[in-house]
């Protein structure tokens, strides 16, 4: 079974300031991982997903994240916090041969001006 | 093209009632996901559907069911509803079976339960 745990469920930053967002996993064999954004009363819109590609992948707005195997960790970054990117953010895994999609429970970003 | 759509986009229902919820996926994709998002927590996988069949169920009763239709749109039924059931229901397509492929996620339909 597969499962992602977010260290943190509020996070704040200045703007201008880093962001990074945390998430472990567990999965019994490689994992494919995502991190999505959900903006109020919206949907969800993915950011970025690895594949068992490059360990450093790089999304949209900015953003990019770091597959470590031997930390069990995918956490996200990105350099500059706009306030554009306050939001609540989920990190997602599944496998190659999954038929399920197990997310975290989500991090809701401040950014505060 | 259009994005994935979902109808209807709120509904309230009371306890016991049954609901349909409808979904309809980017034109070519042939998978479909339901996910029920309680307020405040992660989306929880429900169901997969790819060319008609499920393919993936989540820990949900079998009160939830679902279909696919031959235009790959897809529904959602939940019987006999409970208060727990309010929540966002959260519809994503993709183009093939396993979730390699970007999930497309539709804006949800947010559902009451009195």
């Known amino acids: 079974a597969q499962s992602v745990t977010q260290l943190g469920s509020h996070v704040s930053v200045s703007e201008g300031a880093l962001v990074l967002l945390r998430c472990n996993y567990s999965?019994?064999?490689?994992?494919?991982l995502f991190w999505y954004v959900q903006y109020p009363n919206q949907g969800l819109q993915l950011l970025l997903k690895y594949t068992s590609a490059a360990t450093l992948v790089k999304g949209i707005n900015g953003f990019e994240a770091e597959f470590k195997k031997s930390e069990t960790s995918f956490h996200l970054t990105k350099p500059s916090a706009h306030m554009s990117d306050a939001a609540e953010y989920f990190c997602?895994?599944?496998?190659?041969?999954?038929?399920?999609?197990?997310f975290g429970t989500g991090t809701s970003l401040t950014v505060i001006p | 093209d259009a994005g994935v759509t979902q109808s209807p986009t709120h509904l309230i229902k009371t306890r016991g009632q049954q609901v349909t919820l409808r979904c309809s996926p980017i034109?070519?994709?042939?998978?479909v996901s339901w996910y029920q998002q309680v307020l405040g927590q992660g989306p929880q996988f429900i169901f997969q559907y790819y060319e008609k069949e499920e393919r993936g169920r989540g820990n949900f009763p079998d009160r939830f069911s679902a279909r696919q239709f031959p235009n790959y749109s897809s529904e959602l039924n939940v019987n006999a509803l409970l208060l727990g059931d309010s929540a966002l229901y959260l519809c994503?397509?993709?183009?093939?079976?396993?979730?390699?492929?970007?999930?497309?996620f539709g804006p949800g339909t947010r559902l009451l339960v009195l």
């Open positions: 997602a895994v599944t496998t190659n041969t999954g038929n399920q999609f197990y």
């Open positions: 034109s070519g994709h042939k998978s």
């Open positions: 999965s019994s064999v490689p994992p494919y």
């Open positions: 994503a397509s993709s183009l093939g079976l396993t979730y390699q492929e970007t999930q497309y």
